[in-house]
């Protein structure tokens, strides 16, 4: 089974910066890396897929990058709709597991 | 518009049984392979099943074989997940989510979860 671990498990950033957020997968899973967005009480929602695409709706801030077993999430300016919980997830594998990480919590300085 | 309503959840204690469904709307249902995905109170995702758009593929994740069935009926546009055998550590937010390009492919809908709490 691939391990994607995240990091770090909490970030604090003030509203307007920029912020980075790290996926790293056990073994190579190519560009088949997903982004997820979870804010408390509502289901996840899909972000960024093959590693870079935005999913329909997302705003041009989120940004996706990297491939092989290194990645990365930028939100250029941050708003305050963005603070939430982050998981990366390898779709790579077949059959399943689809791995997610642990997230990463995204919280206001 | 697409929709995912799951329904079904609640208390039930160690050792019982639970069926979960998920309603789906808004989109050709028999054309989408589904998943159920749980997330234990203040943890992460953990993929759970995997069903086949005409049902004939099905994975399971090693914590729960053996013990929960997943499918579906595409004349009822639903999706189902019978749970037997419940553990403490079942106890999760169950949520199903489709999987748009069939098999190696990330959850681009997801419903508003069913919470199941295993508990004498």
């Known amino acids: 089974e691939i391990v994607m671990t995240q990091s770090p498990a909490t970030l604090s950033v003030s509203p307007g910066e920029r912020a980075t957020l790290s996926c790293r997968a056990s073994?190579?899973?190519?560009?088949?890396l997903a982004w997820y967005q979870q804010k408390p009480g509502q289901a996840p929602r899909l972000l960024i897929y093959?590693?870079?695409t935005r999913a329909t709706g997302i705003p041009a801030r989120f940004s996706g990058s990297g491939s092989g077993t290194e990645f990365t999430l930028t939100i250029s300016s941050l708003q305050s709709e963005d603070f939430a919980v982050y998981y990366c997830q390898q779709y790579n594998n077949w059959p399943p597991p689809n791995t997610f990480g642990q997230g990463t919590k995204l919280e206001i300085k | 518009e697409v929709q995912l309503v799951e329904s079904g959840g609640g208390l039930v204690q160690p050792g019982g049984s639970l069926r979960l469904s998920c309603a789906a709307s808004?989109?050709?249902?028999?054309?989408?392979?589904m998943n159920w995905v749980r997330q234990a109170p203040g943890k992460g995702l953990e993929w759970v099943s995997y069903?086949?758009?005409?049902?004939?593929?099905?994975y399971y994740g090693d914590s729960v074989k053996g013990r929960f069935t997943i499918s579906r009926d595409n004349a009822k546009n639903s999706l189902y997940l019978q749970m037997n055998s419940l553990r403490a550590e079942d106890t999760a937010v169950y949520y199903c989510?489709?999987?748009?390009?069939?098999?190696?492919?990330?959850?681009?809908?997801w419903g508003q979860g069913t919470l199941v709490t295993v508990s004498s």
């Open positions: 069903i086949s758009s005409g049902g004939s593929t099905i």
């Open positions: 808004g989109f050709t249902f028999s054309s989408y392979e």
């Open positions: 073994q190579s899973v190519g560009s088949n």
């Open positions: 093959g590693a870079l």
């Open positions: 989510a489709r999987d748009p390009y069939g098999g190696n492919s990330p959850f681009d809908y």
